[in-house]
């Protein structure tokens, strides 16, 4: 790929999650997930722990928050938390500061790629949605692959871009993504105003925590 900017890049493939660093979804994940546990008469995860699982593949997620339901009744509860998702996601919206963001990546020729907790059909109807189909070069999601924090998904990205772990970077708002980059070898940088609580991010060798878009665009920018 030929870079258009002077500066040589340090990142070919810059991978981003989505809920939670792209697309400010946190909070109607966390409401879906109790709203769905309390349909189906269960203890109501506080919002910490709610918040917890987002970037799992939804199965995953739902297992961890309701410990005390039977295996056979998790997809159960995966359609009321998406009968609940789906009345209301209409409402969400990327984070002020992604679009400027992702142009100034796509003007410097980086391939960009999402490795989300998402379905397919979801991340394809929320990138419909913002209307940002074809901005990515690729993306993985929990349902066609391994969900995270096993490092399939960027594993797959890499292979597929030719891109070496060294120059592959990894952003997100979770430990789980965090870990994801550290299980594939890749880099990574956190994001604070997500699901997780940035004090959990310490125990990883970040390059950067990045407590806005338009901080992380100023570091993507300098840095990537």
Known sequence: MTDTGLRPRAYDLIVFDWDGTLYDSTALIVGCIQA?????????????????????????????????????RVPELGLRYRHHYFARQHEL????????????LKARNHWLAVATGKSRVG????????????????????????????????LELMREFGAEPERTLMIGDTTHDLQLALNAGAHSVAVSYGAHEPAAFGEFPTRFVAHSTPELHDWLSRHA
């Open 36 to 72: 769905a546990c309390a349909d189906l008469g269960l203890p109501v995860p506080p919002r910490e722990s709610a918040a917890y699982v987002i970037g799992l593949g939804l199965h995953d997620a739902l297992a961890h928050v309701a410990p005390t339901l039977s295996p056979e």
């Open 93 to 104: 919206s990327l984070f002020q500061g992604v679009l400027p963001m992702l142009q100034t």
């Open 123 to 154: 991340l394809d109807e929320a990138l419909a949605h913002v209307e940002l189909q074809g901005v990515f070069d690729g993306s993985r999601t929990a349902d066609e692959t391994v969900s995270k924090p096993h490092p399939r998904m960027l």
